[in-house]
């Protein structure tokens, strides 16, 4: 409370001195530190530390954040937590996540942890600092915002912006409603990843499926690394499956499709797949990863057009980074730090409390739709309409590009069929 | 039908994979912790090779091949050389220049999904009613065709009988004039350039990634210590187990079992028969 | 150097030679030259955390520090004193941690309770599973325990218990920093003296026989096995002691306490503080832990940063630091003439 007092006394004085020396902007007030503890070494890290950054830079560029009378810059103060990587405690992680708070003295948490493992370790210690964080990248498990409802007092310093498991695997659903409707398919081949989110994703999608009156012919799992999917694949060709559901983030994943494509399977490939998102994986492929569909988890996170906004982001992290938005975790860990500017100039103060009631009732038009978070477990709001929620993103490769085909009201194209399954 | 297939190339895939650690270890006595890093290192300069220097696929394989045994050259002479004979520090410093390399190589731009090496031929073929594509062939063939060439080599020329003596008698081997230092040189670069020949088979499979390493290094040690350490009939062998275990376990109870059968399967093999199934070590110096 | 052939010799300094036998109390040099390192080495430990109140991260790093110490302690002792190269320090970690997670989450045991006894508990398990291997040699016993962390991140995964990839959050921390900074300094230092003690006895004196030679022991009519079964027994109660106190200062147990680094670490810094006298084990960790933070701004890099210096050490300076200053400080070279 003193310093508080004591801060305005200080800023009044800026303010003042401010009054008489033109030329002086937000520079010189102290800027407000986002932290982001991220996974550089992977695409779900380097992206969302390149859309936080642009973000950061776009608000600086504008005059900063209002808190109360005085304009402030973010600074971001990025750490690789080395958290994907195999081999490494989780316990690094969260020295990394302390070390933005304790030495860098980090205002807020943005980004990760990455790994599911380490998000929700975090989450102990993000109440014992008692330190306000944006989740925006990696972690899918429901349990997440599962943890902040069930237990709101210690967890209620945890935001999520980004998408889940249980929304995803609804929206595939329905869009495998649409394709069933067009194409006649009913059988459908499962396989994913040895992760936890994968493996929920999978059992949600089996269950979801049977109960919509598709043949589950079979599910399979992967470790992490797996190189030859060909068992699986040819088993899957036996028993005339029509869709091969996907669920998978690692690399190998494009081995998964170039088997595929060879084998010109009559099967429609389609899922979570970390390794096709970016725009790298057509020539990863060699074009052999055509009519995959991939969900993109947000918005925004391929060129598209879901809001006004959409296409403008999407320009300026092409200006900014020499390349299109690459996948998960671009366009949210953007948004989350937009999202947070708006929280605190409301709020008018950096304090953890107030910023936690103005986040409750943040209400933006963003990148991917209205962002607004659920009061009670701080996830963000989903819909298929861009104008009532956050949307995800699907898209299908066609010819080396990724095309929207979902949901119905910002899509771009139509889903089409490899020209073996004609 | 499948399984007899795909058992079989998953086996060649593994015994190639583990030629060059068991090669190393059979004749030098040496465990070449950095056996993984050296594959993936190769499958990063052959791509380098393709895609930055315009090299042709085929110069290209020559130059990864040719540079890795010459890396795993350096490695011994640089490092090992000062250390041979203490058991613990080689393994202690092979792993860490392997971490070192793969680390480095991730440090350097090697990450993502983006990097992959073109299959030597595109295709497909249907082997009794299964499709495998060519690719998979030629891992089979060149696999069988590498090791019958190893044994021509080991049978039949002057440095490959040398190797054949100081892996049977070191001692012996020096007093009758053979080079053990300068041979195990030898045996160090051939290693790395199986290993290296190995992943330009294998890698057109999947992509480039540094994790690979590790794998690659894992799935080394098992068929050399089921097989028993240095023994090449051991390591064959090791392979169709595991290789068809794995496979066996992918059919009838799920993938997710594999690593945990072939992490078992090492485990009881050194508490059973610590020599390996081949093992030339008598059982008396490594158990008291 | 002309035809003059001179070599370095190296003699005990007088005070060195003085301090050995029964007059190392004789006078107030003696005794201060003897317990001189011994104390710099506690008083600087006690005082690292009032001397870091001003880098609150620090102190955590420090937290850390001593976990890798103990580590490294279990490692050295093992290693250069038993014989037995176990690679597989995360396995300690590993079932402490997990342990402690159920002691503490399920069965409500404060943490008082629940760290110790995870670590008696995880200590009856790793030796249990190592007992069979006991009587493997060298590089076979090396590569059982390296696959062994392996094979427990595995089964937990496969079979989708104790929290499955996600771990198990929600453990109690300690009241307050001071305490959570000085339990584990006091255990560390508690554990580096008391081993050494256990070494200069008996029992140790016959550990290092089963090291140098295992079958003239047997000879003797003691039991090989049991001896080994004991060292182990000791060291993964070191070990698994750190894992607990880990899994309790980040309130969390899951799958990477298995990971490579908690072996990996441990084993660069006997290398390079010299292993035999387990203080090198704690000097190591004091220069790899600073050393690996204040390269984190390197990211992945700095894992080859500290790879080189583990070859170099083991290369070009094997015998590690320790070693080195312990030679410096009792004895003086000079040269001769040949």
Redo the contacts between chains.
Sequence with gaps: MKKTVRGTGWCLLLLAFVAFLPGVGAAAEKPIVIGAPLATAFLYGWDAERGIRLAIEEINAAGGVKVGSVKRPFQAEVIDTRDLEPGVPVSEALLGVEKLILEKKADFIVGGPVRSEAALAAMDLLNKYKKVSILTTGVLTPAYHKKVADNYDKYKYCFRISSHVGVMANEFITLLGDVKKGHGFNKVYIMVQDVEHARKGGEVMKKMMADKGWEVVDMKIYPTGTTDYSVGLSDASKRKADILFLWMDMPESSILLKQWSSMKMKALPMGFVNAAEQPGFWKATEGKGEFLIVNLVNGGNAPAKITPWTMKFADAYKKRWGLEPEGYGTSSSYMAVYVLKEAIEKAGTVESGAVIAALENVNVMGVYGRIAFDKKSHQVIPSLDPEQGAVTSIVQWQKGRRVQVFPPKTAEGKILLPPWMK | M?ILV?GA??SA?LSLMALGFTLVYSISRL?NFAHGALYVTTGYIVWLGVNALGLGYLPAIAVGIAATAVIGGLIYR??IL??RG????E???T???G??VI??L??GGL??????L?SFL???VDVGG????YQ?IFVLVLGAAVFAGLNLFVRHTKTGLALKAIAQDERAAMMLGIDSDGKALVSFAVGAGLSAFAAVL?LP???I?V??G??VL?YS?AVS?IGG?GSFGGAILASLIIGFAQ?LT??FL???????IS??A??VT??VR?SGIFGKQKEL???? | MNGAQRRKERIDRGIKVRSDGIYAVSSLREMAYLAGPRVVLIAGMLLLPLALEAAPYWKRVVNILCVYGLLAISFDFLANRVGLVCLGGSMFIGLGGYFAAIFNVHLHLPVYLSIPAAAVAGAAVSTAMILPCLSLRGVYFAIVTLMYPLLFTRLIEAFDVLGGTNGITGLDSFPSPHVENYAIIAVLLAVLFGLRRLLAEDIGLVMHAVKDNDQSVRASGIDVTRIKALAVFIASLVGCFGGAYLAHIYMWAGLSLFALDFSIIPIAAVTIGGGGGLFGAVVGCLILVPLSEFLRVFGTFRIVIYCAVLVGFIVFRSEGIMTYCTRKYEQFERWVEV
């Design positions: 499948d795909y190339i998953n895939t465990p640089l490092f000062r250390i203490m058991e613990i520090s393994i202690i410093a792993y860490a220049v971490l070192a680390e480095g991730r440090w990450r993502g999904s983006t990097f992959t073109p595109a295709g497909t299964i499709v495998v594509d998979r294998i499979l999947g992509n990634v994790e690979t590790y794998n894992l040690i210590i350490l496979v992918e059919v799920s993938a997710h079992y594999q690593m945990v992490l078992l090492i485990i050194l508490l610590p110096d490594d158990r008291v």
